[in-house]
């Protein structure tokens, strides 16, 4: 019957349609460090903000103070950022080990880039 060809047609049409419309979609799915970044504006910037410590000034995310303090490798932030550390809360319990992992990364690349922007 033409008419259930021409249906097949317009089917399959609009599924290629669809495919086309959804690949830019997923091509900007998010990146690992847009993760990072909104976990930190989330739980960490209200201390943090740019790098900063607004509780404990010398205690800051900036790259010499992490040298200084020993916590400049991923593992290292995560493993503060998980058990917490004098006022710092532990974020164990409220994040994802994921999370965690994307903001120790976060937290590390903005401070060798100088918490720049
Ligand atoms: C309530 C304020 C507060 C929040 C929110 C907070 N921190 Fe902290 N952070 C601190 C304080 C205070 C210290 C210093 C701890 C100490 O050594 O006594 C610190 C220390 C750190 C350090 C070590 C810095 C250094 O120079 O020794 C890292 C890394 C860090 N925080 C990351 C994070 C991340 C990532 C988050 C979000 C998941 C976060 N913090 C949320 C207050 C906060």
Redesign the pocket.
């Known amino acids: 019957m033409i008419l259930q060809k021409i249906i097949t047609v317009a089917i399959t049409a609009l599924f290629a349609l669809l495919t086309l419309i959804n690949a830019p979609v997923l091509a900007e799915a998010e990146t690992s460090l847009d993760l990072g970044a909104k ?2 504006k989330a ?2 910037a ?3 903000v740019k790098g900063g ?1 607004i ?2 000034r010398g ?3 900036k790259l010499k ?2 040298h ?2 020993k ?1 400049d490798n991923v593992d290292a ?1 995560a493993s ?2 998980t058990n917490g ?5 532990a ?1 164990g319990d409220k ?1 994802t080990s994921e999370e965690i992992a994307e ?2 990364a976060y ?1 590390l690349e903005r401070a060798e880039s100088g918490w720049k922007k």
């Not at 550390?85 to 809360?89: E, T, V």
Request: one cysteine or more; proline letters at 0%.
């Open positions: 976990v930190f739980n960490c209200g201390c943090h410590n509780v404990r205690k800051n995310l103070a992490l200084k303090y916590v932030i503060l950022v550390k004098g006022i710092m809360s974020y994040l903001v120790s937290v």
